[in-house]
């Protein structure tokens, strides 16, 4: 039997992390405003309905929330398909596929009990805050580190010591 325990440590930590940090935003920054950390860093309070970046902010609300359900099990579904495939000697790829099971989990907790996902990371060039990235929370960005990890992983091939 394979041993999940690290994949389950850092599934934890990232769902953790992501809640605490969306908990003090919440509770420390009023909705809408912002508090400048750093020249091209922000602490923001939004509410994102949609996905990534705001897309499917409009969709019918009912339909929004049936369409989370279907995409977060199949995200589940090929997380596992892959966790299963993998040797255990493939441990990045073990830990990417863990960031983004964390994030995907983080993210759905607050969007299936609030039906929005608390954001709160703005950067942006210093100086210029209209130029900002859209903003996102821990578990966006422990889905995307995962992603790109599990996409440079795939590029240079899959090996035993991935």
Not at 16 to 33: A, C, E, R, Y
Not at 57 to 79: A, S, T, W
């Amino acid at each position: 039997m394979r041993n999940y325990l690290s994949v389950f440590v850092i599934s934890f930590l990232v769902v953790s992390l992501d809640q605490l940090t969306k908990w003090l935003v919440k509770t420390h920054v009023p909705f809408l405003s912002r508090i400048n950390v750093f020249s091209w860093f922000d602490i923001t309070h939004l509410q994102n309905p949609g996905i990534a970046f705001g897309m499917l902010k409009d969709m019918p609300e009912n339909i929004r929330y049936y369409f989370y359900i279907i995409v977060f099990i199949l995200v589940l579904v090929v997380i596992f398909l892959f966790f299963r495939r993998l040797s255990e000697e493939q441990k990045i790829f073990r830990y990417a596929l863990a960031l983004v099971l964390g994030g995907a989990i983080g993210n759905s907790i607050d969007r299936f009990s609030f039906g929005y996902v608390t954001d709160f990371i703005a950067v942006y060039l210093p100086g210029s805050p209209d130029l900002v990235w859209p903003p996102f929370n821990v578990a966006d960005s422990a889905i995307t580190v995962g992603a790109i990890l599990i996409l440079v992983l795939g590029t240079v091939g899959w090996n035993k010591e991935n």
